[in-house]
Each structure stands twice: as structure tokens, then as C-alpha cells.
């Protein structure tokens, strides 16, 4: 879809049990379960990146083998406010619960 530059929008992710949902404003706007692999520790750390995929520096091409293979991905273009990080997933009524609580 698209999001209309200028305007405050309240973006949530969660993953869990090998799902991904995708929430804008509120709304579940659509959901991910081809999330193949498993999670493991790197052997070399990397910093913290939100918006964006693993530093570029670092990405090796599908099949290469690796902890860094990169098949794509987009790149978030705006500011973000007020990031969050939960230890638990967030049902889709928590989501909404928190957009409705802090919209503008």
C-alpha cells in the first residue's frame, strides 16, 4: 500500500512461533510465515539496525553461505519516535490497544 509522506503513522512488527504480522496505524496489514532457518548467534556481532537490513558491508549473495546472505529488502525512508522492544509477542488487541491509546 501506500503511506502518505508527512503524516504520523504508528508501525508495529512481531514475530514469533515463526510468524510475522505487520501492523500500520492499528491494523493487522498482513502476515509472514515463510520464515525459514533457525535463530543462531553470530560468530562475528553486529550493531543494532532498525529500518534498514544488516549493514550492506557485510552481505555475501544467496547461497554463498554464511551468517549474512541477503536476499533483498526494502530500506525505511522517515524518523522514527519512541521505538520500542518488547520481550513477548504482541497480540493484535495489545497493537491496537497502544495505537488507539497514543495516536495524535
Do not use: C
Not at 533457525?38 to 534498514?52: D, E
Not at 544467496?62 to 521505538?83: R, S
Amino acid at each position: 500500500g501506500t503511506i502518505e509522506r508527512g503524516v504520523w503513522h504508528h508501525y508495529v512488527v512481531t514475530f514469533g512461533g515463526g510468524n510475522m504480522a505487520f501492523y500500520i496505524d492499528g491494523f493487522l496489514t498482513k502476515t509472514w510465515t515463510n520464515t525459514p532457518g533457525t535463530l543462531s548467534t553470530l560468530a562475528t556481532p553486529v550493531n543494532l539496525v532498525i529500518g534498514q537490513s544488516l549493514p550492506t558491508s557485510i552481505f555475501v549473495a544467496p547461497g554463498a553461505g554464511g551468517d549474512f546472505e541477503n536476499y533483498g529488502g526494502d530500506y525505511f525512508k522517515g524518523d522514527l519516535d519512541e521505538v520500542r522492544i518488547y520481550k513477548s509477542v504482541l497480540t493484535a488487541a495489545q497493537v491496537n490497544s497502544i495505537y488507539t491509546v497514543e495516536k495524535p
